[in-house]
């Protein structure tokens, strides 16, 4: 069920809609230009080394421009590849240098710290806290936060035994039938 929901959400519905134009000056790289870079690169990084060989990396893969969006490269077929994060990461520090990448993650982080702290909050029973780790750990896996708790809730119904290991094991096992 969640592969079929994943799957759907990243490449679109089946049935194409009309296309709509995307407005000047945004990042957004349309859903069909996305379908086509994923089948051409054949989901796959493409990054390839001095000697010749393609990073074999699969999962986590962004749709990054080969001339770089800020410098003015278009969002087309043509401009764009996938990279996992470590060689998009590589590739940033080639183009604009590692001063810059070094600005932008201080800025980043400078804004994650500045955010408004969440207060603590109350201790939980361990059952409630087991169930709180599990979803946390699915949705960090990939799951919807939704589908996970859909899965927890269920799995509370049944009585599974409220520790993180048999939890997860059994969650995993209704996500993905």
Do not use: W
């Amino acid at each position: 069920m969640i592969i079929a929901v994943e799957t759907k959400r990243r490449t679109g519905a089946g049935k194409p809609r009309k296309r709509r134009e995307t407005k000047p000056g945004s990042r957004r790289v349309p859903v069909a230009i996305q379908r086509a870079v994923r089948e051409r690169d054949e989901g796959q990084c493409t990054f390839v080394d001095a000697e010749g060989r393609r990073c074999s990396e699969k999962r986590f893969l962004t749709i990054e421009h080969v001339e770089p969006f800020a410098l003015g490269g278009p969002s087309t077929v043509d401009n764009c590849c996938l990279l996992c994060s470590s060689h998009n990461a590589h590739r940033a520090r080639q183009v604009f240098g590692e001063e810059h990448v070094a600005r932008k993650v201080e800025a980043a982080r400078a804004n994650r710290d500045a955010a408004p702290a969440v207060p603590a909050a109350p201790a939980a029973p361990p059952e409630r806290d087991a169930f709180q780790k599990v979803q946390y750990a699915l949705v960090h896996m990939g799951f919807k936060a939704t589908l996970a708790k859909r899965a927890l809730d269920e799995l509370r119904r049944r009585g599974v035994e409220p520790r993180p290991e048999p939890l997860l094991r059994a969650a995993i096992a209704v996500l993905m039938p």
